[in-house]
């Protein structure tokens, strides 16, 4: 039966079946499921549809390996003991009387190491007033587990009672630590327990945050204490306080207040809950917010907090000095005075050099009450060098009667406003635009663009983007002809490609572009492209024309003429005979003119060409 095996053979109840006519096929059964770990018992059970003979005998079989023979049961009991186990089983039975043999279907069955844990997932952890919550409880990657389920709280840790049936969701309305486990098998077979989850039940006492002192502002560095108070009924309790404000959360106190002093950052929305300090599992819903607004002093730095050499920086300095005018302002500079105190809360400084870089903050003093507030701090950096904008078309061709957008920006540094420009044959100008604030601009001629940006008081510039050249799409179609025009035409064989403009270009004087599999050429005045081909020759060629006049616009490329080379075989050459011979030209070379002389042989027998 195998080394391996720890195996205990149980009889089982050979069931028969009363019925008439024809046999059925011997079938396999795995409990509790073909997903098994070592330590869980697996029932094997052959069943040979054997009605009223009894006179079978049984094996099973692992892996092509008797592993169990019996001439009175037919089940088979084992308890997992190692990964080895793994396998494909199956049964055969041997009818003693007839000699009949039937095989039943093959189980693979997979034997995991180590022991499963349970996984609890609450619906919700908080029981609202008067509800409940649903809990789940799984056992991932295998099948046929019954559930067990457990709570506790400060006094009791007690399995919760259900009826025998899956008990895979339970809804409860008790709060407490839950966990749950799985079982399955005989005998049963039990997983580790789920982690804890903490569920919190509410109860109707409310509670109201209110905040001393009341005023509708508070400045930075004063002290707020917040007092959270239970209502309906909570004065005969002892009672537990958490806060929850804009930067934290705290943990249970005894303390119904929450002291501190305030800066910029303390603005938000404040709340607490209570709960019984005997009764850690109930709790309070949270408060309605309470509102602190922190006022501040506040240092602007225009036009950005990055700057260039040679920019001009603007400081203001306010202090929300509301009705009182007996301000005096200073500004520091990594903790040292820059400006010292005057009646001027508005500084500008043309940046030098890299070192003015630093961290900078305004001071406000009352003269009659000497009170001083600080502003907050803000950092400026000096780059070195002149910033150079970029130029982003969305595309750089426009399609017939459309338009394309232009996008320019300067990295690093914010603030910016931009200023376009364009040119071509004739012109040189400025793009009039609204403001200065478009970064995006839509444009619908072709031309050479480029922008700039500016920024500050007195005006600073950028140098300007790289030039970006936009072709216009025009609504001539133009179409390749070749000659000669036959559909096969052989390695070193001249062709001569032609690009007419249609719809009414007889008119103007036109410039043209080919494009083939190996190259695209350069604009010429000629409409025609002429080359001794070669099997590299095959592939589609295009042309695209413009008109002389305006370098900017152009046709789309034409539909793709199909050109395919063959190679010449023993029985097709060329015939140099004079009387047949068609002459091409091509213009290479600027204007000169050389002339080859192609001359073709037509074999109607031989297909010779």
């Known amino acids: 039966m195998g080394p391996t095996f720890l195996c205990e053979l149980g009889l089982f109840f050979l069931c028969t079946l009363l019925c008439s006519g024809h046999a059925q096929d011997a079938v396999l059964t795995v409990e509790p499921s073909s997903t098994i770990f070592i330590g869980e018992t697996v029932n094997f059970k052959c069943d040979m549809k054997e009605g009223e003979h009894t006179d079978w005998e049984y094996k099973i079989i692992m892996d092509g390996r008797e592993i169990f023979n019996s001439s009175t049961n037919k089940g088979l009991r084992l308890k997992v003991a190692s990964t080895a186990q793994s396998g494909k089983y199956s049964c055969s039975a041997h009818r003693k009387s007839s000699q009949n043999t039937k095989n039943s279907n093959t189980v693979s069955v997979t034997v995991k190491a180590g022991k499963p844990r349970a996984t609890l997932t609450p619906g919700s952890t908080i029981i609202p007033v008067g509800g409940s919550v649903t809990l789940t409880c799984s056992v991932g990657s295998s099948a046929g587990w019954k559930y067990e389920w457990f709570r506790r709280d400060q006094n009791t ?141 506040v240092l602007t730095v225009k036009p950005s907090s990055t700057l260039f050499i040679e920019e001009t920086v603007s400081f203001k300095c306010v202090m929300k000095e509301g009705k009182h005018t007996d301000w005096e302002y200073k500004l520091n500079k990594d903790g040292r005075a820059f400006i010292q105190y005057s009646t001027y809360k508005n500084y500008r400084k043309q940046i030098k050099s890299p070192s003015d870089t630093g961290k900078y903050q305004c001071s406000g003093h009352m003269k009659k009450s000497h009170y001083t507030k600080n502003s907050n701090t803000v950092s400026l950096t000096v780059l070195a060098g002149k910033p150079r904008a970029t130029l982003t078309p969305g595309s750089t061709i426009i399609p017939v009667g459309g338009s394309v957008t232009l996008t320019c920006s300067v990295g690093s540094s914010a603030g910016w406003k931009y200023e376009w420009f364009r040119r071509d044959q004739n012109t040189d100008v400025q793009i009039r635009t609204d403001d200065f604030n478009v970064r995006v601009i839509r444009v619908s001629e072709g031309g050479i663009y480029h922008c700039r940006g500016r920024r500050g008081n007195p005006v600073y510039y950028t140098d300007k983007s790289d030039d970006v050249t936009i072709e216009k799409t025009i609504s001539n179609k133009v179409v390749v002809k070749g000659r000669p025009s036959w559909p096969q035409i052989f390695s070193g064989e001249t062709i001569s490609l032609t690009c007419e403009v249609q719809e009414g270009g007889e008119t103007t004087e036109w410039e043209y572009r080919w494009r083939g599999p190996n190259q695209t050429t350069q604009w010429t005045h000629n409409n025609y492209w002429i080359f001794n081909v070669s099997e590299s020759s095959s592939g589609d060629y295009m042309c695209k024309s413009r008109r002389r006049d305006d370098s900017y616009s152009s046709t789309e490329w034409s539909e793709a003429f199909n050109l395919s080379v063959s190679s010449f075989t023993d029985d097709q050459r060329v015939s140099q005979v004079e009387d047949q011979q068609q002459v091409y030209s091509s213009l290479l070379h600027g204007d000169r003119c050389v002339y080859e002389s192609i001359r073709w042989s037509k074999n109607t027998e031989n297909g010779t060409v």
Request: hydrophobic content about 25%; proline content about 3%; glycine content about 8%.
């Open 157 to 297: 840790d007690v399995k919760i009672g259900t009826d025998d049936q899956q008990n895979r969701v339970i809804r409860v309305s008790q709060r407490g630590i839950y966990h749950c486990r799985g079982r399955r098998g005989n005998p049963d077979y039990y997983t580790d327990k789920s982690d804890d989850v903490t569920i919190e039940k509410t109860f109707s006492n409310k509670v109201v945050v209110k905040g001393r002192p009341s005023w509708p502002q508070i400045f930075s560095g004063e002290t707020i204490s917040l007092t959270c108070e239970v209502q309906e009924g909570g004065e005969t309790t002892e009672w537990e306080y958490r806060w929850r404000g804009p930067n934290q959360t705290t943990q249970w106190t005894h303390n119904n207040y929450w002291i501190f002093n305030v800066s910029e950052s303390s603005s938000g929305d404040y709340m607490c809950k209570s709960r019984r300090r005997d009764d850690s599992y109930s709790s309070t819903e949270w408060s309605e917010a309470f509102n602190l607004s922190v006022s501040n002093a």
